[in-house]
């Protein structure tokens, strides 16, 4: 049986004893719930119709509650005041970055292969939004404007 990109990563989900389950969301996209004790640990609900029943976008709503319930330190109530929501909400997107995006990737798609945006979600099966996000944060990073700069020098010897 052959299972598509978000099949199989709702697998690895179930496997790591996250639960995915298609819902009526309010105000979001998708939300996740951590849980003490029983078989699963947790629970991602994800609304499709918010979604525009995508894989992709499906996809990437998963990844970002994947992030807040492997790293806990990002989850929040909806009592929390929207600041600390805010940066939570920062670091999930450096840390999908960091997971799906590989700084020397995203750099070699961009300078070498001179990919647009579109091409570049496309390929990585994610949404042109998380590949801005990459780009905002590695952007700022020394070891990018390091590669930037010797890539500016001398962009055919740079390989």
Not at 10 to 38: H, R, T, W
Not at 43 to 70: G, R
Not at 77 to 86: L, N, R, T, V, Y
Request: charged share 30%; with cysteine; net charge negative.
């Amino acid at each position: 049986m052959y299972l598509t990109k978000l099949e199989t990563y709702e697998q690895q989900l179930y496997d790591q004893g996250i639960i995915v389950k298609e819902s009526y969301v309010p105000k979001a996209n998708a939300m996740c719930m951590k849980f003490k004790n029983g078989n699963f640990n947790s629970v991602i609900f994800y609304d499709p119709n918010k979604l525009n029943n995508d894989s992709k976008e499906i996809h990437c709503a998963l990844l970002h509650e994947e992030m807040h319930l492997t790293h806990e330190e990002t989850m929040y109530g909806i009592d929390e005041p929207i600041a600390k929501q805010m940066n939570k909400e920062r670091k999930i997107k450096r840390l999908i970055s960091r997971k799906c995006i590989p700084q020397e990737t995203l750099f070699n798609m961009l300078y070498e292969r001179h990919m647009e945006l579109y091409e570049i979600a496309d390929e990585l099966c994610l949404t042109e939004d998380i590949i801005k996000d990459a780009y905002e944060y590695y952007s700022q990073l020394e070891s990018w404007i390091k590669k930037k700069m010797k890539y500016d020098e001398d962009p055919q010897g740079y390989y």
